[in-house]
């Protein structure tokens, strides 16, 4: 009788103990900000189901604080290559004006049409960053909604004409509707029309295709990307060797990646089945041939 009124007294006695000892951890979460403390679990009850979603949290936001501090780290990194150019430049233009010491006119043109170039390059990163910095949960721009993809398609592909006048750039767009932010689906189509008409030579096609089961593929005929390059293609800041001479932030396909996936659909890039070079980039988007009943 004794034995069995002692571990009732040890039962309850720990039953009290674990919403105090949970209460501090939670506490010296709120004190500190260590996102590494965990609070044991136990059992299946209401203390349980909430030290759960209380681990969960946690760990969600020390994951979600790490990827800002990398970010942070390689914004940094990429900042630092423009900045420097164009400080050296400015520097060369300043120390002419103060010693009287003029520039040779061809100098002093390549000197502009450099600095010009590092404030493209850096008004492209912060763009980018800024795109990149947005939630998960888009509550900035247009919300979410049902759009024509072929349409976007178009007004990108008019947009890419414009960047690569020597190219010659065909479309065969079916009508397809997605539910996604216009504004964003048009700057990822954008992005990645952008990289098949950097890496096209001049003169080279650039096709494009949408069918009709929402499959959208953009094939270039440039010199294509390793097999060993392209897992890494949709990382933030990477960059192929043989594309770090060229401009650009190296956010481009992150930003493609972000957008897509937001919107329900994937996207990848692969050699073309024809075996004939260069890259294809292929979006997969949730949807429909036609729009659904009283949509606007």
Not at 127 to 135: I, S, T, Y
Not at 281 to 290: D, S
Request: aromatic share 2%; hydrophobic share 40%.
């Amino acid at each position: 009788m004794s034995c069995g009124a002692g571990a009732a007294g040890l039962w309850v006695a720990r039953a009290a103990c674990a919403p105090s000892t949970s209460h501090r951890r939670v506490e010296h979460v709120a004190r500190t900000e260590d996102l590494t403390v965990r609070i044991p679990v136990e059992g299946e009850d209401e203390i349980a189901r909430l030290s759960r979603s209380f681990n969960a949290m946690t760990t969600a936001l020390a994951s979600s604080r790490d990827r800002q501090a990398q970010l942070i780290a390689d914004a940094g990194h990429e900042l630092r290559t423009p900045l420097t150019s164009l400080r050296t430049n400015v520097e060369l233009l300043a120390r002419s004006d103060e010693t009287g010491r003029a520039i040779p006119p061809a100098d002093r043109a390549a000197l502009m049409a450099s600095v010009k170039a590092q404030m493209t390059e850096l008004a492209s990163l912060i763009g980018d960053l800024q795109e990149l910095a947005r939630p998960d949960t888009a509550d900035q721009g247009s919300p979410p909604r049902i759009v024509e993809l072929h349409e976007i398609a178009a007004a990108a592909l008019e947009r890419a004409r414009l960047r690569g006048p020597e190219l010659t750039i065909e479309a065969d767009l079916s009508p397809w509707y997605v539910r996604a932010e216009p504004a964003a689906l048009e700057r990822a189509l954008v992005n990645v029309l952008d990289n098949a008409v950097k890496f096209s030579p001049p003169g080279a096609a650039v096709d494009v295709a949408l069918d009709r089961h929402g499959e959208l593929t953009v094939r270039d005929h440039g010199p294509g990307i390793p097999d060993a390059e392209l897992p890494h293609v949709f990382e933030r800041f990477w960059r192929s060797p043989s594309a770090r001479s060229l401009p650009g932030s190296g956010l481009g396909l992150s930003i493609v990646a972000r957008t897509v996936q937001q919107a329900g659909g994937t996207v990848a890039l692969r050699r073309p089945a024809d075996g004939g070079g260069g890259t294809e980039a292929l979006i997969r988007l949730p949807g429909a041939p036609a729009p659904p009943p009283g949509t606007a």
